[in-house]
Structures are given as C-alpha cells and as structure tokens.
C-alpha cells in the first residue's frame, strides 16, 4: 500500500470513529505500529488530525477530508452520477458548478460529450473551484468563468466577498451542487459556512437547481445549510439510495434520477 492510499485510510478510519489506537489502525491496515505512528505524526504536522496519547483524534467538531483525500471514496457511484447529471445539461447553457468530488465528475463528464466538442461556446461553465476551472480550461469550446474569492485548501474553492462579487452579475441555466449532505428537512448541506454562503448564491442565480450526491449524502445533517429542499429542482444519485428516501424528496417535489 502506497503512503498516499494508507493516509487517504486512516484518515477515513479517524472520520468515521473519531479517534484511532496507533495498535488498532496497524491492524487494520497490515503495516507495522512504527509506521503508523509516524504517519500520525506527519499528519498531525500538517493539522489533519491531532496526536494523543497512542493514537489521534480528528481534528476540529466540522472535520473533512481535504479533496485530494477524497476522490476515491464511492468512485464509481460518483462517476454514474455525474453522468447522469452531464446528461441533464443542454448544449449553450450556462452552469454553475460548485467545489467537490462529484462536481469534479460532473466536469469531466461534460468535457468529453461528443455533442459539446464545438460551439462558441458550446457551454459556459462558472465555477468558484479551481481544479474544476484548470481542467476545463483547455476546452477551447467552454467559456470558463472564475469567481475569484479567497482560496479554501480543503476543496479548492473560492470564498469570500471576492466571489459574491462575481456571482451576483451573472445568470445561469442551471447550478449544480456538490453536498456533503442532503435531507428532506434540513436542505442541502456543507461543513463549511463560507463555502455554502458561496454555494447558495450559486443557487440563487440559478434557473433551476441539481444536487449531485451519491447516496451516502442522503438523510444527512451537516453544520451550514447551502439552501432548503423545495429550492432544489433535481436530485442525482446512485441506486443505492434508500426508497423512503427517495420517496420523501419526492414527496417534497424534487425530482429524483437514479443512476
């Protein structure tokens, strides 16, 4: 196992129970304790978890994993999604799409659709992520659209006053949301209120709303609300979903595809 795939583990191990045994997680991942250890504290160094005694906890009550950790968590339910979602997307529309893993997808899917490999432009994409804008700049068709703001290192989105600049002089045809979660109740969600206020104006701007989640985002809470159920038109998921779940967005009026 590489260092970056044992460190992507532990870090997904230390989300989901909170705190890891240097005993334990060597276990689990077959290497030695000494190694372990050292990966703690490397990580420790660069504030992704915090040291105790024997083993580390997550770092801060909000903890995410930083995006580079993260694309491989449910990829191939990602990639049905964003396909779904590319497919939802009318040649010379104009986009909005947020920072995340899905979203990333959604991108790529859209960069290699035959019916928009020409056009002026074929698409306009606005995004505040910027690996999203760096992979579809090199699509001479897409006019890409920025929305400066002030770098966030988790996901590579642009916060901030900056951002609500651009934002609030544009229209779109359509925003797609990336979530780390959604409920019938609570809305659509972030870890971050920054990044959501960002996110909600994208929203705003919008003709009609996706919400691109696999289905482990579903029947979740997060800490900032990006915007409530009866604003989103669309949810995409993977069929994996839970039917009462499905049922209840429905019954809420959100139309949901399956992928």
Partial sequence: MSRDARWKALLELLVERG????????????????????DFDRLAEQQMLVRTRGGAVVHGVSYELPL??????????????AQAVAALVTPGEAVGLTGGTTTTEVARALAVRADLASGTPALTVVTNALNIANELAVRPQFKIVVTGGVARAQSYELIGPLADGVLGQVTLD???????????????????????????????RAERVVVAADSSKLGRRAFARIC???????????DAAAPELVRGFEEAGVRVVTA
């Avoid at 705190?19 to 050292?38: G, P």
């Avoid at 925003?175 to 659509?188: E, I, K, S, Y």
């Fill in 174 to 204: 359509v925003a797609v949301l990336g979530v780390v979660a959604f409920d019938v109740v609570h809305g659509a969600a972030a870890h971050d209120e920054a990044e959501a206020a960002i996110n909600r104006l994208l929203c705003e």
């Fill in 19 to 38: 705190r890891l045994d240097v005993e334990e997680a060597a276990t689990e991942l077959e290497v030695s304790a000494a190694t372990i250890r050292r």
């Fill in 68 to 81: 580079r950790y993260k694309t491989a968590r449910r990829a191939s339910e990602k990639q049905r999604v």
């Fill in 228 to 238: 409530a159920t009866e604003s989103v038109d669309t949810l995409v998921t993977d």
